[in-house]
């Protein structure tokens, strides 16, 4: 069920979505080469608990996963597009990493996702995060009241298809409130003027996923949680949760 939240909610819901935006920034700031991806997650664990909230990713266990998950951030690197395990992989340079965090405070969630090059950066993975970060803007911009969903997927996937890059199959975004996952769900791709009428009121994570190259195929890692691109190029994951309002879209994962 589609629920509409109050201007006092979403007050609430963006202090949830500024522990999500100081753990994701401690995050980047500790990644350098030699890190390893255990050492970021303990970063984000201590600001999401130090600010007295939980974590909505740690033991979350859908139906498709194969075990409850060990951590409260995905941190996927080069062409792990999503939900990749933390574990003691060590960052090399030139890696391209893409954090998801989320928190609850005070029964509310919020989610966000950065990705970064640790070290030594290659021209193209800049231009693929900055590509994805546009059409995370995009997509903002396109969440106003009177518009319908369709245009919010159509202004992300017009990014990706001018810049000739993969937008990962079967993923997007997605409700957010009381639990981190919600109704509706919001493609990355797909036609303006189509879909639910946007209200305000309504908060949702909106997530562009995309892939080097012109394929979103992708294919499950062995810990049956990471998703690899299918071609086995890089892929950067940009997200921000945000409200619908009469004044126009408000950021809520930011600092």
């Known amino acids: 069920m589609i629920e509409l939240r109050t201007p006092s909610e979403i007050d609430e819901m963006r202090e949830s979505g500024r522990v999500v935006a100081q753990a994701l920034a401690a995050v980047k700031d500790a990644a350098k080469v030699g890190t390893t991806l255990l050492e970021l997650d303990k970063i984000a664990r201590d600001v999401i608990f130090g600010a007295g909230a939980t974590s909505p990713f740690l033991n979350y266990h859908p139906d498709w996963a194969p075990t409850p998950f060990p951590g409260v951030i995905c941190a996927s690197i080069n062409d792990a597009v999503v939900h990749g395990i933390p574990t003691d992989q060590v ?21 966000s996702a950065i990705s970064f090059v640790v070290g030594t950066p290659r021209r193209e993975d800049l231009d693929l995060i900055a590509t994805t970060t546009a059409a995370l803007e995009a997509g903002i911009a396109a969440a106003q009241v009177g518009n319908r969903l369709g245009d919010i997927s159509s202004a ?36 303006a003027g189509k879909g639910l009428e946007l209200k305000a009121g309504l908060v949702i994570a909106l997530e562009p996923m995309f892939i080097h190259g012109g394929s979103g195929r992708y294919r499950h890692g062995d810990d049956g949680w990471t998703l690899y691109s299918r071609s086995r190029q890089r892929a950067a994951h940009v997200e921000h949760t945000i409200a619908i309002t009469d004044d126009g879209p408000r950021i809520l994962t930011q600092l």
């Not at 960052?91 to 989610?111: M, P, Q, Y």
């Not at 298809?161 to 919001?186: C, Q, S, T, W, Y």
């Open 91 to 111: 960052i090399e340079d030139g890696d391209l990493v893409s954090i998801d965090c989320g928190a609850v405070l005070k029964g509310w969630a919020s989610d």
């Open 156 to 191: 992300i996937g017009r990014v990706a298809r001018k810049a000739k890059l993969g937008n990962l199959e079967d993923h997007g975004g997605h409700g957010v409130g009381r639990e981190m996952h919600g109704e509706p769900f919001i493609p990355n791709e797909g036609r």
